[in-house]
């Protein structure tokens, strides 16, 4: 008895993916002219696919089996897995780049859109905010629903290629980092096999109001080396000046504070500081206080 061994070219151990409508041909790594073969998908044998090379137009696991001029048959080559997607659905969310505090309103956007060669119907994007956001509005109101924290955004057709766009106003409760996620889904049927893009999260750093470390200590550690204002990214304008306790100016920023004084040449000791604010609607306002300066012996 000869025994035979045949191996796909493209053989791989994980599925390969094509668009529907683009055609896959599978050859044998090691044809012999000699032999004839039988082409199987799904466990079933191809009528007459007999040949090394086979085109694959639809969904399945495919292998192949060579038999030579004694009748004598190979094993079945390894699974070759083809999936041919209709449509790949893909969400995104993005929030607002600018800083924003507790109350304050700022924007989500969500784009869908769909990667696929096949226009799909019924999409759902679902977006469940936590309990530490408060929503305010979407600019689609005729596709949202927004009920008990969770909104759904019903597509009734994505266009191939054709991004739709919603935007949320919504506020932060508290101060800290927020983490939201939109998914997207479909029940029209058609087949999407990467669930990757299916759900993206965005988050958002909700920032308290202005405070003033009364302390720093420059020894290098990474620790209360520089006077970090906590806040100040929330004002459209500030200016930062600190004084001695004879009232001697020993500081001052210049284009609004950078987070970046460290004390540098001064002395330990009791400093003062004013601190004046201009918030994005215009209104002016100050804070002072007075900051201790400690270094290592």
Same mark, same amino acid.
């Given at each position: 008895?000869?025994?035979?061994?045949?191996?796909?070219?493209?053989?791989?151990?994980?599925?390969?993916?094509?668009?529907?409508?683009?055609?896959?041909?599978?050859?044998?790594?090691?044809?012999?002219?000699?032999?004839?073969?039988? /082409?199987?998908?799904?466990?079933?044998?191809?009528?007459?696919?007999?040949?090394?090379?086979?085109?694959?137009?639809?969904?399945?696991?495919?292998?192949?089996?060579?038999?030579?001029?004694?009748?004598?048959?190979?094993?079945?080559?390894?699974?070759?897995?083809?999936?041919?997607?209709?449509?790949?659905?893909?969400?995104?969310?993005?929030?607002?780049?600018?800083?924003?505090?507790?109350?304050?309103?700022?924007?989500?956007?969500?784009?869908?859109?769909?990667?696929?060669?096949?226009?799909?119907?019924?999409?759902?994007?679902?977006?469940?905010?936590?309990?530490?956001?408060?929503?305010?509005?979407?600019?689609?109101?005729?596709?949202?629903?927004?009920?008990?924290?969770?909104?759904?955004?019903?597509?009734?057709?994505?266009?191939?290629?054709?991004?739709?766009?919603?935007?949320?106003?919504?506020?932060?409760?508290?101060?800290?980092?927020?983490?939201?996620?939109?998914?997207?889904?479909?029940?029209?049927?058609?087949?999407?096999?990467?669930?990757?893009?299916?759900?993206?999260?965005?988050?958002?750093?909700?920032?308290?109001?202005?405070?003033?470390?009364?302390?720093?200590?420059?020894?290098?550690?990474?620790?209360?080396?520089?006077?970090?204002?906590?806040?100040?990214?929330?004002?459209?304008?500030?200016?930062?000046?600190?004084?001695?306790? /004879?009232?001697?100016?020993?500081?001052?920023?210049?284009?609004?504070?950078?987070?970046?004084?460290?004390?540098?040449?001064?002395?330990?000791?009791?400093?003062?500081?004013?601190?004046?604010?201009?918030?994005?609607?215009?209104?002016?306002?100050?804070?002072?206080? /007075?900051?201790?300066?400690?270094?290592?012996?």
């Amino acid at each position: 008895m000869i025994l035979l061994q045949v191996n796909l070219a493209k053989a791989q151990t994980i599925p390969h993916r094509e668009f529907a409508g683009t055609p896959v041909t599978l050859r044998l790594a090691n044809p012999d002219a000699n032999f004839t073969y039988q /082409w199987y998908r799904d466990g079933r044998a191809l009528p007459g696919q007999t040949s090394s090379t086979l085109i694959v137009t639809e969904t399945g696991n495919y292998r192949v089996m060579a038999i030579n001029q004694g009748n004598c048959a190979s094993d079945l080559s390894d699974v070759f897995s083809v999936f041919f997607m209709d449509s790949d659905l893909e969400v995104t969310k993005k929030s607002d780049a600018r800083a924003v505090g507790p109350n304050e309103t700022f924007e989500y956007i969500i784009t869908a859109i769909n990667h696929g060669n096949t226009d799909n119907t019924a999409v759902l994007v679902e977006d469940v905010l936590p309990s530490s956001l408060r929503f305010i509005s979407v600019n689609k109101s005729e596709e949202v629903t927004y009920i008990n924290g969770v909104i759904k955004w019903n597509i009734p057709l994505l266009v191939v290629n054709v991004p739709q766009e919603l935007k949320i106003q919504v506020q932060g409760k508290i101060e800290g980092l927020v983490a939201n996620t939109a998914k997207i889904s479909s029940t029209s049927g058609l087949l999407d096999p990467i669930p990757s893009n299916n759900q993206d999260t965005d988050e958002k750093n909700i920032i308290g109001n202005i405070k003033v470390p009364n302390v720093i200590t420059p020894n290098g550690d990474g620790k209360n080396d520089v006077l970090k204002i906590k806040g100040i990214e929330l004002y459209k304008e500030n200016s930062f000046a600190i004084f001695n306790r /004879w009232g001697n100016e020993v500081f001052r920023s210049s284009g609004g504070y950078q987070n970046n004084w460290n004390g540098d040449g001064l002395s330990e000791g009791t400093y003062y500081y004013v601190l004046k604010l201009v918030s994005r609607e215009g209104i002016s306002s100050s804070v002072t206080g /007075w900051i201790t300066l400690l270094r290592d012996k």
